[in-house]
Each structure stands twice: as structure tokens, then as C-alpha cells.
């Protein structure tokens, strides 16, 4: 008895998926969704600061690079690289629509070790990451999506690159650039960081259910 | 020289971003090892880039939202319907305008609308008339309802049998 299977989405490489999905397969769409959903949504989340709206533009996100699929070309940029500048140009609109920039409040982010254990620390180090916060919002935008894509989505310099359009060497650069910044921004103003959160583990994932 | 000094530099923080995100930072090493180790800019940077890193764990999105979208856009998974999307949006008004929004933009991408539960989506789908003149009913119909209970009551309290059994 043949066994009949469906095609292994699950095993194809991203071109292969998205070449499927231009011709209507909405499995091998439905693939890529579950690739790059919560790396979407991370970066929309950090963008916008709060999760409805970050579900909305994720949302917006997915809508258009489906309609919009026949015309990306892989030659071009990775896919990955395409939906985050889909991404990226919905939330400048966002902003621009909005005139605003949010940020994640910071209650949500401080490491639960140390509210547990060292409780008296915890008003210097928000004190401590509020003006890092603060300096961070000050960045221009390609810094600011720098760090995310590095921090947050554990991007590799070259995939960075790709999105942003720049070589390896020139997000190193922007790299230094950056963090020089903040040492001046956070040195003007008398601040002198130190790596006490950085002895206490990176929090887990952050979940928004229902 | 001044160039070179800083592809130096600009290395070694790849190298600590590296480690963060690898979990296995040691950084008097990578200082030594990078002959930077009385180089307090260099400290300062990577330990702003630890701080920075910390402030930025990576978020989940919710279920709901991730089965909801999963659905709209693949027509797989299992639908979730118009109310509990809105409990998931702790119903306010920003949250219903930016569903309507949604439904625009999904209309206009060629995809489905959100489903609505069964009832809702029968109202839903009747003309603007019917849906007036079927609210007016429903409305008659709980005072009519309410008025009899009312009126059963007051009879029932003025009634001869009732008027001897508090006699």
C-alpha cells in the first residue's frame, strides 16, 4: 500500500517556501509564518512599546508580505530581510502617524532574581536603566534598530546587514558607534553603568496571553 | 593608527556581543586577549552593551493572537472567533476601532474577515433594515417580558384570594 504524504514544508529552505506561496500554496505560506512570527512581533514590539499595537502592525506585516509575495524576488534580499523592512517602514508610519515614540515600560524588565533577592537594589538599577532607556530613545533609528536585531532578535552582523543594507564591516562599525553614544550620552550626564544586571541571567520570554 | 585602534575595538565588542547572546561572556578575558585591559572606554562600552542587552528580553507573542492570525492568513488551525478576540482585547474602544481597522486592511488584501460567533454572525449578515427592526424586537420583546412579570405580580398581590390570606 503506497503511502501518500504531503510535501515537507517543514524541511525546505525559505526560497523554496516562498516560490510555493507565490503560486498560491497557503501551507507553505503558513511555514514561513511560524518561521518568523515572534521575531516579527519582537521587533514591532520594541518599536512601538505596547502589545496591541505591536499585534497590529505584526499583523499588517504578514497581511502584506502575503499579497505582496509575487513581487519579491529573491535575488534581491533573504526573505527574513524583506518582512522586516516591510516591518520597518509600517512602524515609521506608525510613528509618523502617531508623532510619538514609545518604549517598553520598565516594571516588565527588570530581572525577577534580582526583585527577589536584592530588593534594595532594585530603585538604582531602574533608576540605572531608565537613563539607559532614556539614552537609547535618543539614538537615531538605524542605531536603535541595530540593537534589537543584535539584542533582541540575535541577529549575526551579516544578517543585520542585509536588512539594513550595509555590509558586515559597516554594522561593526555602527556597532562601536552606538554604544560610543550611549557612553557619552550617559557619561554627560554622570552616570557611571555598572554590570550588576549583567551577573543575574537574561529574563525568559515574556509571554502576553489572553 | 587611530584606524586601526578602532577596528581593534570594533572587533572585540563583536566578539563580547557574541558571548551575551552565546550566554558565556567573560570579559577580563576577552580584554586580555584583546590587549585592552587597562582600557576603561573600552570596559564602559561593553558593559553598556550587557545593560542594554538585559533590558531587552525577547517577548512572546500571545496564542490567541498568533492561532487568530495563523487562520486569516492560511485558512489552517482553528478559527478563533470575533469574541474571543475581543475578550483577548479586554474589550475597549481603541481596541474595536483598531479591529475594524484590521477588517479594512484584510478586505482590501483579498483575505477573510474575522469570524464572528454564530448568532453575531447571522446579525452580522442581515441588511442594515433588518438588523434595526431586529434590535427594535429584541428590546419590545424584554419589556413586554419584563411588563408582564410585572403586571402577574401586582395581580397576583390584588387578587380576593390573595387580599383573604392576608386577611
Not at chain 1, 514591532?44 to 499588517?60: F, I, K, M, P, S
Not at chain 1, 530581572?111 to 537615531?140: C, G, N, W, Y
Request: no cysteine.
Amino acid at each position: 500500500m503506497v503511502e501518500i504524504s504531503g510535501p515537507d514544508y517543514h524541511n525546505m529552505t525559505d526560497a523554496r517556501l516562498v516560490r510555493l506561496a507565490s503560486d498560491g500554496d497557503k501551507p507553505a505560506f503558513g511555514e514561513l509564518y511560524e518561521r518568523y512570527i515572534t521575531r516579527i512581533y519582537n521587533y514591532v514590539y520594541y518599536r512601538t512599546g505596547n502589545t496591541q499595537d505591536a499585534e497590529d502592525l505584526t499583523a499588517r506585516v504578514f497581511t502584506r508580505a502575503l499579497s505582496n509575495i509575487q513581487d519579491y524576488d529573491e535575488r534581491g534580499v533573504p526573505f527574513s530581510a524583506w518582512l522586516y523592512r516591510i516591518a520597518h517602514n509600517l512602524v515609521a508610519n506608525w510613528h509618523r502617524d502617531n508623532s510619538r515614540r514609545k518604549i517598553i515600560p520598565l516594571d516588565d524588565f527588570l530581572p525577577s532574581q534580582v526583585l527577589e533577592e536584592a530588593p534594595e537594589m532594585v530603585a538604582e538599577l531602574r533608576e540605572e536603566q531608565t537613563h539607559l532607556m532614556e539614552s537609547i530613545k535618543q539614538l537615531p533609528d538605524d542605531r536603535q534598530q541595530l540593537l534589537l536585531l543584535k539584542f533582541v532578535e540575535r541577529l549575526s552582523n551579516a544578517e543585520i546587514g542585509e536588512i539594513l543594507g550595509r555590509t558586515e564591516g559597516a554594522i561593526k562599525s555602527l556597532y562601536h558607534r552606538t554604544l560610543a553614544a550611549l557612553s557619552d550620552h550617559l557619561g554627560a550626564r554622570g552616570i557611571v553603568p555598572n554590570n550588576s544586571i549583567g551577573r543575574s541571567k537574561k529574563p525568559e520570554p515574556k509571554k502576553y496571553s489572553s | 593608527m587611530h584606524e586601526h585602534e578602532d577596528v581593534r575595538i570594533q572587533n572585540i565588542l563583536a566578539k563580547h556581543a557574541d558571548a551575551l547572546i552565546n550566554g558565556d561572556v567573560n570579559v577580563e578575558a576577552l580584554l586580555q586577549q584583546h590587549g585592552f585591559a587597562h582600557n576603561e572606554r573600552v570596559r564602559q562600552m561593553m558593559q553598556i552593551a550587557e545593560q542594554t542587552y538585559h533590558l531587552m528580553p525577547r517577548v512572546e507573542p500571545s496564542e490567541a493572537f498568533v492561532a487568530r492570525l495563523r487562520h486569516d492568513l492560511t485558512g489552517y488551525g482553528q478559527p478563533v472567533t470575533m469574541l474571543e478576540w475581543l475578550r483577548h482585547l479586554q474589550w475597549d474602544r481603541a481596541a474595536f476601532e483598531r479591529t475594524l481597522q484590521e477588517q479594512v486592511d484584510r478586505l482590501s488584501a483579498g483575505l477573510p474577515q474575522i469570524h464572528l460567533d454564530k448568532p453575531l454572525d447571522r446579525f452580522r449578515h442581515m441588511p442594515f433594515g433588518m438588523q434595526v427592526a431586529a434590535g427594535l424586537t429584541i428590546t419590545a420583546g424584554v419589556f413586554w417580558i419584563a411588563s408582564r412579570v410585572r403586571r402577574d405580580g401586582l395581580l397576583a398581590a390584588y387578587s380576593p384570594r390573595a387580599s383573604e390570606q392576608s386577611a
